[in-house]
């Protein structure tokens, strides 16, 4: 599965959109970008995944480049209870076998 | 419908214990995949298991760690003689059994907190 690099930690106003950046530049044709979530104490909850077309769902959009070497998650209005580690994980699309490899993941602070 | 449970939440045991940590997946899901976050670490994969047999086991330590999924009743996660290292926070995690769109997702449980005096 293909690395991915995030920034460490962000920080969002709440009710204002949060961008989380992820960088794939190894991406392969056939691999697909997940993000996940932890909030503190708790275990990692899925959010949102896309191979090339941009995603959305109740909880997020997903925008991957043209060149699929990066991708941004959109929280269109960040709250408070936003405030977790995002991880984005690029991983083979598989029947049978969900390993996903988690990395450092960004921390993201929503605040007032 | 109850999600992935895991019990105890919290286990404190003293080295050179045992620990038991047990998962029950999701209703419906046959495959169960063990997670351990060190203090301040990211998630590390363990083992993933389907009913009566363990499928990767990559992630597991070669020695004391054990991990079963029977048919019947939960999975368990075994740590024997456990030491100050082992302790941490185990997440399970499950998918559906299908070969389906739904395979894409895994749903975590709470965790297990481990701590070892």
């Known amino acids: 599965d293909a690395k991915t690099t995030q920034p460490t930690s962000m920080d969002c106003a709440e009710g204002r959109a949060a961008n989380l950046p992820c960088n794939h530049s190894?991406?392969?044709?056939?691999?697909?970008v997940y993000w996940y979530r932890q909030i503190h104490s708790q275990g990692p909850q899925y959010i949102i995944h896309?191979?090339?077309n941009n995603e959305t769902n109740e909880m997020a959009s997903l925008i991957i480049t043209e060149d699929r070497k990066s991708s941004t998650l959109i929280l269109p209005h960040a709250t408070l209870r936003d405030t977790a580690v995002y991880y984005c994980?690029?991983?083979?699309?598989?029947?049978?076998?969900?390993?996903?490899?988690f990395g450092t993941g960004t921390q993201l602070k929503v605040e007032l | 419908n109850a999600g992935v449970m895991q019990n105890p939440r919290h286990l404190v045991r003293r080295r050179g214990q045992e620990a038991r940590l047990r998962c029950s997946p999701m209703?419906?899901?046959?495959?169960v995949y063990w997670y351990r976050q060190l203090p301040e670490e990211g998630l590390k994969f363990m083992v993933y298991?389907?009913?009566?047999?363990?499928?990767?086991e990559s992630g597991m330590p070669k020695e004391r760690f054990s991990a079963e999924f029977p048919k019947e009743g939960p999975s368990i996660l075994r740590i024997q003689q456990v030491v100050r290292g082992d302790s941490a926070a185990y997440f399970c995690?499950?998918?559906?059994?299908?070969?389906?769109?739904?395979?894409?997702?895994?749903?975590f449980g709470s965790g297990t907190q481990l701590s070892v005096l």
């Open positions: 995690a499950s998918s559906p059994n299908a070969a389906t769109l739904a395979n894409e997702k895994l749903f």
């Open positions: 994980i690029v991983r083979v699309r598989a029947g049978g076998g969900n390993k996903l490899t």
């Open positions: 209703k419906g899901h046959s495959h």
């Open positions: 298991l389907q009913k009566e047999n363990i499928i990767d």
């Open positions: 190894t991406i392969s044709g056939n691999e697909y």
């Open positions: 896309g191979l090339k």
